[in-house]
């Protein structure tokens, strides 16, 4: 969502490293222009200001290596970055050009590929003001439908149509591609109000916008955005039609993960229809890209549709291997995402401790400067030996105080990373249980369906159905299943059952196993498909386990196993 600003030009000749500049920026003004191109004129720009020595020069070097890492999507490093040019921009340069402005857009647009919308929007908002600042209104308007886009991100309505009003109110006022991506902002808006007739008229005059501008990127999201509304309206066929449009161009732009993300979408509309050959095919293409692009995640979810889908033909060992190779991504994928918390969370507990010790570390040098300029004045005044002696105490009690405030809030810090990695031990759990019901739901029809072949006519040979049956025998209910469960249970509720014995030792292993269940919020029904026994039979079960625990009512067992 990259916005472009307009620059003032000045009559009088130039420097080349002027020239250069205002070449630069007409390129991002383009928006679609290529960054690789940027890149190459950004290195010129830099060669040139290093040999005139032109601040200048490297000032706005700075500010476009910012602008190409955003358009990579590398937006950490983009705001690193701009964050430093912006604390270069001297106020004579601020008054004179669009510069700040135009730092604080891309700043705005890294913040809102982050996901970070109360930065995005403040940056923004900063844009807005300053140009107005510099009396330059009109530049103002290619960024309120920014501002609105993000407050209908936020959840209000109201005010995100408010500035996308604003915007259409000066329409002749903004640049070509803010014009196009307006009629996309006002698609959306009335997309999530449900009002799709409306959603797919702006989508279309963005779509329109977008080949106008040669923005192949702005039309293969055009197609998906049209798409999108013609599946909600149950128009299916055409949103097919919609979705490999955009595959075409996405295909023409190289972008491996809109590819691969295509392709799902087409097979899992195909899917819907019943037209599981094409849906096959469009998911295996799919799942390619998301190999070459090594992500867990698209290979998992691809997988278990093109298992779901050879179920639906009765290709049951197809059907087998893309369920095994959904099980083995989806445990890499849980262990890979559990690494990258922990990562964050010890991120930020060493980022707060650093800055801790930094705080402790200047009041240590204040003391000491006091303390130094303390005995100077002893020497010439020993009448006041007594008042030093009372700041130095002081200001050793400060320190003592600030000793004792970083451990507090060390342990405070310590505690917030043990809670945040238990807390991600319960979701672990949770998404572990019900990937586990799933999995038995598909080995389970999957085996009542060879059941079913092999009650008819249409038999499977006797070699056949035993090799499958037994393949999947041991993934049904398997008793590893429920050993990793409760390996996991047991980080996530590590005093449970200790304190599920302690209120009675009669448990037994099964009794157990069906209070980790019920702490883990499951229905009966969905602990009937993990225990492989009927509702009623769970039904009966809670009631032995409520009168094991001596409770009368089963709200009393509920509560009591919750709290334990």
């Known amino acids: 969502m990259a916005l472009c600003l307009f620059f003032s030009s000045q009559a009088q000749e130039v420097s080349e490293t002027e020239s250069k500049i205002r070449h630069i920026k007409k390129l991002i003004a383009k ?30 070097v700075s500010y476009f290596r910012g602008v ?34 135009s730092v604080m857009l891309i700043l705005g647009n890294s913040y809102y590929i ?11 908002l900063a844009v807005k003001s300053e140009t107005e600042r510099i009396r330059k209104e009109e530049t103002a308007y290619n960024v309120e439908y920014n501002v609105g886009l993000l407050y209908m991100l936020m959840g209000d309505m109201d005010l995100a149509y408010k500035y996308f009003s604003i915007a259409r109110n ?40 977008h080949k106008a501008n040669g923005d192949l990127r702005g039309v293969a999201h055009g197609f998906n955005n049209l798409a999108i509304v013609a599946y909600l309206q149950g128009k299916t066929e055409e949103a097919i039609v919609g979705f490999e449009a955009a595959l075409d161009v996405r295909l023409q732009l190289s972008n491996k993960k809109n590819i691969s993300d295509s392709y799902y979408n087409i ?24 190999s070459r692009l090594e992500s867990l995640v698209g290979q998992r979810d691809i997988s278990l549709e093109l298992a779901d889908s050879f179920r639906q033909l009765d290709q049951f060992d197809s059907a087998y291997i893309y369920l095994s190779n959904w099980r083995i991504l989806n445990d890499s994928f849980l262990v890979k995402n559990k690494q990258n918390e922990i990562l964050a969370l010890e991120k930020r507990f060493e980022t707060d401790r650093i800055k801790k010790d930094q705080e402790l570390a200047e009041k240590e040098t204040e003391l000491r400067t006091f303390q130094r300029n303390v005995l100077l004045i002893g020497i010439v005044a020993v009448i006041i030996i007594s008042v030093i002696a009372f700041y130095i105490s002081r200001l050793r009690y400060q320190r003592n105080m600030a000793l004792s405030e970083k451990d507090k809030l060390q342990a405070q810090s310590e505690s917030e990373l043990t809670m945040r990695e238990l807390e991600l031990k319960k979701e672990e759990i949770a998404n572990y249980t019900n990937q586990l019901i799933h999995k038995n739901q598909i080995l389970e029809e999957l085996k009542a369906r060879l059941e079913e072949h092999q009650s008819i006519e249409d038999k499977i040979s006797t070699l056949d159905y035993g ?4 393949s999947i025998a041991p993934h049904l209910h398997d008793e590893k299943d429920w050993l990793h469960f409760k390996l996991q249970f047991e980080k996530a509720y590590p005093e449970f059952f200790n304190k599920l014995l302690a209120h009675s030792s ?59």
């Open 31 to 60: 928006e679609q222009a290529n960054p690789d191109s940027i890149s190459f004129h950004t290195d010129d720009l830099e060669r040139l200001s290093q040999a005139e020595s032109d601040e200048r020069g490297m000032l706005y």
């Open 68 to 101: 190409v890492l955003g358009q990579r999507e590398l937006a950490d490093s983009s705001i690193n970055v701009l964050k430093g040019t912006l604390a270069r921009i001297s106020q004579a340069e601020r008054d004179s050009s669009l510069l700040y402005s």
């Open 114 to 124: 982050k996901g970070d919308y109360k930065n995005a929007l403040d940056s923004y």
């Open 170 to 209: 000066h329409f002749d006022q903004l640049s070509p591609p803010s014009q196009v991506k307006l009629y996309g902002s006002f698609g959306t808006y009335y997309s999530k109000l449900k009002q799709l007739d409306s959603a797919a008229y702006y989508y279309q005059k963005a779509l329109d916008g």
């Open 267 to 290: 097979g899992l509309l195909y899917a819907g229809v019943g037209k599981y050959d094409e849906a096959i095919r469009n998911y295996r293409e799919g799942l390619k890209f998301a």
């Open 467 to 470: 090799q499958i049956t037994d």
């Open 506 to 564: 009669e448990l037994s292993s099964y009794d157990q196993r069906l209070a980790s269940l019920i702490k883990v919020n499951l229905s009966n029904k969905e602990i009937s498909q993990v225990l492989n026994i009927s509702a009623d039979s769970v039904a009966k079960a809670k009631y032995r386990l409520r009168q094991k625990l001596a409770f009368t009512t089963y709200p009393q067992l509920e509560s009591f196993i919750q709290k334990a």
